[in-house]
């Protein structure tokens, strides 16, 4: 079963960035999940297992971008301007090896999720 390994976060001003990390012990479809409190857990975006497609929720298009390195197995997130509604727990998850042209948003398709990180944005 594939493991996930999260870093990032943090407490920042609105405007600001951050980058959120999460190595994967496997080549597979990854995505970024949120939660804050009192809501239900969603989807930020996604990347396939080959990196060719990714997939962004309207709330975060042109702010936030999703990376990976297959070298390393590892996705990247880098949210820019960051908006005191970003506030809350970030998930990483793993979907299938076999995505290799495509995201799912439901989060029962991901099997795998990450420990979470938190990030607080000021205003």
């Known amino acids: 079963q594939v493991q996930l390994v999260e870093s990032g976060g943090g407490l920042v001003q609105a405007g600001d960035s951050l980058r959120l990390s999460c190595a994967a012990s496997?080549?597979?479809?990854m995505a970024w999940f949120r939660q804050a409190p009192g809501k239900e857990r969603e989807f930020v975006v996604g990347?396939?297992?080959?990196?060719?497609?990714?997939d962004y929720a309207d709330s975060v298009k042109g702010r936030f971008t999703i990376s990976r390195d297959n070298t390393k197995n590892t996705v990247y997130l880098q949210m820019n301007s960051l908006k005191p509604e970003d506030t809350a727990v970030y998930y990483c998850?793993?979907?299938?090896?076999?995505?290799?042209?495509?995201?799912?948003?439901?989060?029962?398709?991901?099997?795998?999720w990450g420990q979470g990180t938190q990030v607080t944005v000021s205003s």
């Open positions: 496997g080549r597979v479809a």
């Open positions: 990347i396939s297992s080959n990196g060719g497609n990714t």
């Open positions: 998850a793993a979907g299938g090896s076999h995505w290799y042209n495509y995201v799912l948003r439901r989060k029962n398709d991901y099997a795998t």
